[in-house]
């Protein structure tokens, strides 16, 4: 309503419902259900985006060091150090979803192009 009537953007940061993404979903992309009052963000949103490092998942579903899954967490771990993409699950009016493979730099806290 007001971005429309005052023909500017507004953009909303929110914070997701962290143990949806982490135990409900098996490959763990949040979408606009996991946005704590997702409902209101989806239906009133002309577009949601996100951007998810799946090293974080992973780390966080880290195995005991002696588990016998362990050298395939280590693997899966280290393949996705830094990775991160950026993508819509909204896109009202638009021709399409978009998907962005980027590099994440943890020093800098910052993104960039692969």
Do not use: C
Not at 57 to 70: F, G, I, L, M, S
Not at 72 to 90: I, N, T
């Amino acid at each position: 309503m007001w971005a429309g009537e005052l023909d500017i953007p507004i953009i909303l940061l929110a914070q997701l419902k962290e143990s949806d993404i982490l135990f409900r979903y098996p490959n763990s992309w949040p979408n606009a259900n996991d946005i704590y009052g997702g409902g209101s963000v989806q239906m009133n949103a002309d577009y949601t985006a996100f951007i998810h490092r799946p090293e974080i998942v992973t780390a966080r579903k880290e195995p005991a060091e002696n588990a016998k899954d362990r050298a395939e967490w280590e693997a899966k771990y280290a393949s996705e150090r830094g990775q991160a993409f950026f993508y819509s699950d909204k896109a009202r009016g638009s021709a399409g979803r978009i998907r962005r493979e980027m590099i994440f730099d943890g020093p800098t806290m910052s993104f960039r192009d692969l």
